[in-house]
């Protein structure tokens, strides 16, 4: 299952929905899709979605997908490779109005320079995408929030 999550704050990303729904009018995409649209005012004809989601229904799409297509948002994208989710992920871009600048491309090239995601720029570039996540090799994500606290701890002392 794919999980398509284009976060909550209050811009559309009908560029990338609208490109979901034609590959999967396609036969593109042949996994089960879900999306969790947020402010975009397109509404997919091919796929499942929900404008927002609670907590409990984000954690049991993410539980159960097994990639993510995501927009270039922070949180998004460490919430799936926290969970070994395979991830696609698309910044948000001002020339499209759907974010106030282009900040998600250094989000999103600094997770694809780590080797935590799969970056794609353009929609005409998510096809490829989604050829070759499956054999994406990605790095696993390890936390080192326990090590910042132990460290502020030990300076405080």
């Keep these: 299952m794919i999980f398509v999550t284009l976060g909550s704050q209050k811009f559309q990303f009908n560029r990338l929905l609208k490109e979901i729904d034609r590959l999967v ?18 509404k997919p004809k091919n796929y499942n979605y929900k404008e927002f989601l609670d907590r409990e229904e984000f954690t049991s799409i993410m539980n159960k997908c097994n990639k993510v297509i995501t927009h270039g ?3 998004a994208i460490i ?31 600094q997770f694809k320079s780590m080797g935590f995601i799969y970056a794609v720029y353009n929609t005409n570039e998510l096809e490829h995408a989604i050829d070759r996540i499956e ?8 936390s080192n929030t326990e ?3 132990e460290s502020i701890c030990e300076f405080i002392k």
């Excluded at 009018?25 to 397109?42: C, H, K, L, M």
């Excluded at 919430?79 to 070994?84: L, Q, T």
């Design 147 to 149: 090590e910042i606290i």
């Design 25 to 42: 009018e396609e036969g593109i995409i042949t996994d089960e899709v879900f999306a969790q649209i947020g402010y975009s005012d397109y």
């Design 135 to 142: 054999k994406f090799e990605t790095k696993e994500y390890i």
């Design 73 to 75: 948002g922070t949180g």
């Design 79 to 109: 919430n799936a490779i926290k969970k070994r989710k395979k991830v696609i992920a698309i910044p948000r871009l001002i020339d499209f109005r759907e974010h106030v600048d282009n900040h998600q491309i250094q989000i999103v090239n």
